[in-house]
């Protein structure tokens, strides 16, 4: 499967932004999927993650309840709807995919095969 996040951008701190990512392929319902951030000298770190089915969702602490992923499986994309954004949100954002049919949602990064091209996220204060 092939990834390709969108949507960022430059927003103050309190707006909004929805992030994008369309996958290629026809199992894409088959996938979990995970956005994921790193912001400069800083380690890749879990944003959110999402089931196959769009039944379970999974938050890092520092999101949640700001941000809320989604998926379209009819569309082959996932969404990450990004609200009350803080400076410390400013970071590359990536979209990333596993084939794996399971409820657990995973945290690492070495538990997703397949990545996105980051979208760059800026929050001014």
């Known amino acids: 499967v092939q990834l390709q996040a969108s949507g960022g951008g430059l927003v103050q701190a309190g707006g909004s932004l929805r992030l994008s990512c369309p996958a290629s392929g026809r199992t894409f319902s088959r996938y979990a999927m995970a956005w994921f951030r790193q912001a400069a000298g800083k380690v890749r770190e879990f944003v959110a993650g999402?089931?196959?089915?769009?039944?379970?969702?999974d938050y890092a602490d520092s999101v949640e309840g700001r941000f809320t992923i989604s998926r379209d499986n009819a569309k082959n994309t996932v969404y990450l709807q990004m609200n009350s954004l803080k400076p410390e949100d400013t970071a590359v954002y990536f979209c990333?995919?596993?084939?794996?049919?399971?409820?657990?949602?995973?945290?690492?990064?070495?538990?997703?095969?397949?990545w996105g091209q980051g979208t760059q996220v800026t929050v001014s204060s």
């Open positions: 999402v089931t196959w089915s769009g039944g379970s969702t």
């Open positions: 990333a995919a596993e084939y794996y049919s399971g409820n657990y949602i995973y945290r690492s990064t070495g538990n997703y095969h397949y």
